[in-house]
């Protein structure tokens, strides 16, 4: 298994209750899939963007480290692609 971490931008605009739930869907998907996450967080409130995404100029930002198969990675980046509430994921591997 191999370490990541990821960032998520997530839209400004969701209620308490709906951000918890797609934090817990986020972490789901790497459970899902025989992962581990060590740490997971929200990393900032509402910053501003540098250019707008999907017509968004602020965003939430949620930073998650976690050991996955590598194979793997695809599927959950493609589970994340499909979430609508989710701007932009960034995965990177660590060394």
């Not at 986020?26 to 025989?34: M, N, P, S, Y």
Request: proline residues 3%; without cysteine; hydrophobic residues 40%.
């Amino acid at each position: 298994m191999n370490k990541y971490e990821a960032m998520f931008i997530i839209k400004p605009d969701l209620a308490e209750e709906e951000r918890k739930t797609l934090f817990h869907q986020i972490d789901e998907a790497v459970t899902k899939h025989q992962g581990a996450i060590t740490q997971s967080g929200l990393w900032a409130e509402k910053r501003k963007l540098f250019f707008p995404i999907k017509k968004y100029v602020e965003g939430v930002y949620y930073l998650m480290n976690f050991s996955l198969p590598s194979l793997a990675v695809k599927d959950i980046r493609h589970a994340y692609n499909l979430n609508e509430n989710i701007l932009r994921v960034l995965i990177t591997k660590l060394e």
